[in-house]
């Protein structure tokens, strides 16, 4: 069962997600606005993660190559997405469904989205790519556009207070650490491991 959740764990995450989607469309009534920009956003993860991964693809491959500079196999490479898809999950479901009562898990969400579309454009400088393009940069500036719209409308109707704004990135960020803990782990390495090879890698 573990090795059949490694293998298709992309496949998993987009059924998962997909049905969300399904689920409330059929069963629930009217969203609140930022049930909308969530429902929306489970949507694009699964577009950026098959981006990202397949169609090009190739993101894996680019830092494994670049960062880690080491040979990761498929099994491990295709076991991530399992990772990478709880963490999305999370990032959809809980603002889904405390959201409009605790605005700091929309900021959070949010600056997850903002991140990625930045992420994506900077890849292109710090990989020196030949082209202006990462796997997964059309989906994550769709992302990032999101997030800042996200933002605007809790600035907008006075739905956050400052502690939201201040607090839900160290959230994403706290989460995000959580999950690349993880992953460094899957192919044998230390969260510590990855400063060093990019340090070995970028600091010339």
């Known amino acids: 069962m573990w090795k059949f959740m490694k293998n298709y764990a992309l496949e998993i995450y987009t ?3 997909l049905a969300l989607i399904v689920g409330v469309a059929i069963f629930m009534g009217e969203l ?5 920009f969530v429902v929306f956003l489970s949507f694009l993860f699964v577009l950026h993660e098959w981006e990202e991964g397949h169609y090009p693809g190739g993101c894996l491959d680019l830092i494994s190559a670049n960062v880690l500079q080491m040979d990761v ?7 991530s997405r399992l990772i990478t898809g709880v963490f999305l999950f999370v990032m959809t479901i809980v603002p889904f469904c405390y959201g409009d009562r605790i605005p700091l898990f929309v900021v959070t969400v ?5 991140f990625e579309g930045i992420v994506h454009i900077a890849g292109i400088k710090i990989f020196r790519l030949s082209k202006p393009y990462t796997p997964g940069m059309v989906t994550a500036e769709i992302e990032l556009l999101t997030g800042i719209a996200l933002l605007v409308y809790l600035a907008s109707n006075h739905l956050a207070h400052w502690y939201d704004y201040l607090f839900g990135p160290f959230l994403f960020i706290a989460c995000f650490v959580i999950m690349q803990r993880t992953l460094m782990a899957m192919v044998g390495l230390r969260y510590k491991d990855m400063f060093a090879f990019v340090k070995r890698r970028f600091g010339k």
């Open 15 to 17: 059924v998962i997600a």
């Open 110 to 114: 949010a600056a997850f989205c903002i």
């Open 32 to 36: 609140t606005v930022v049930q909308q």
């Open 73 to 79: 196999d498929m099994e491990t490479k295709r076991g």
